[in-house]
């Protein structure tokens, strides 16, 4: 495992990598030397035969509390255009195709609650912080929360929120689906985390990255076209070994023993 100055990486559990974003003195802001690291984080992890499924999370004060303020501040539009500023902080949904469980205690602010809207399950403890507070600073959300947030909550809540820059709890978060589950602290989620990667970790590897592939179509395809493309996977992974030993298992009352072929 590679030693990185910002982030932390580890295999908690089998076919389970782990990347703690560690900037504390910064509350995990998100500089550009950050993301770099993330990104190759998640690279190696995407690219390694002993990691199935990514948990993403931070410290229990905070998982991100935004864009690096103090690195941007005196950034031109056209420093910012001509070298996509942001752009790259979408690579954890334009590039990995294994599946990331977000685990989210403290502040997710700005940027931090559009990573964490990035990633594909999410759990948090209730206390957390979401916002989109980017108004408060003369700005907008610019790595995604305008439309991610508004997917996942409804246009009005959305719009409140991005206009006021008030921030939501993750007991809200819960209530409104933007997490899948809540839980009282810091320890609770991370146990959860890992034990939900770990459950996915054991199922095949052919299947989980379909599986994946098929929800996220959800976002971008009308429906019809959505529910054509899932087919066309589905029969593809008639195809697969995988698809017999684990149909095989079911009539055999059997434990599947997955080739991941
Ligand atoms: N960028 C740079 N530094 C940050 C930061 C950020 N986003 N958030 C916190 N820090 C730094 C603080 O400057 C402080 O550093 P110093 O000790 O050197 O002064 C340190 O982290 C601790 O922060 P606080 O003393 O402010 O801690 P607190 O507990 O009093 O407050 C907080 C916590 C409410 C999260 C507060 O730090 C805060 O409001 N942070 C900014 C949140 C924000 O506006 N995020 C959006 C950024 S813009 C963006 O993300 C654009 C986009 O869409 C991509």
């Not at 499924?53 to 935004?66: E, H, Q």
């Not at 990573?115 to 980017?134: H, K, R």
């Not at 602290?185 to 299947?207: F, P, Q, R």
Request: with cysteine; net charge neutral.
């Amino acid at each position: 495992v590679k030693s990185y100055e910002f982030i932390q990486t580890t295999e908690p559990r089998p076919g389970v990598g782990q990347i703690t974003l560690n900037r504390p003195k910064a509350l995990n802001a998100l500089s550009t030397p950050l993301i770099i690291e993330l990104n190759s984080a998640l690279q190696a992890f995407d690219a390694s035969p002993s990691v199935s499924v990514v948990v993403l999370t931070g410290s229990d004060r905070a998982f991100a509390a935004g864009a690096d303020i103090k690195e941007m501040a005196n950034l031109s539009f056209s420093e910012a255009y001509t070298t996509s500023f942001i752009e790259s902080w979408s690579y954890l949904t334009t590039n990995i195709k294994k599946p990331i469980i977000g685990a989210v205690s403290g502040h997710a602010l700005g940027g931090g609650c559009e990573l964490a809207l990035m990633c594909d399950v999410l759990y948090c403890t209730e206390s957390a912080n979401f916002g989109q507070p980017e108004i408060k600073l003369g700005t907008i959300p610019g790595a995604g929360g305008s439309q991610r947030l508004t997917r996942a909550i409804g246009k009005s809540r959305a719009m409140e929120l991005i206009l006021t820059g008030k921030g939501f709890s993750g007991k809200e978060a819960g209530e409104w689906g933007v997490a899948a589950r809540t839980f009282k602290d810091y320890d609770e989620l991370m146990e959860a985390a890992l034990k939900t990667a770990e459950t996915i970790a054991g199922h095949s590897k052919v299947a989980i990255r379909a599986a994946k592939e098929v929800v996220n179509k959800s976002q971008d395809l009308p429906l019809r076209d959505g529910v054509e493309y899932e087919r066309r996977v589905f029969h593809s992974l008639f195809g697969s070994e995988d698809q017999k030993v684990g149909m095989k298992a079911f009539a055999e009352k059997k434990k599947p023993e997955w080739t991941h072929q």
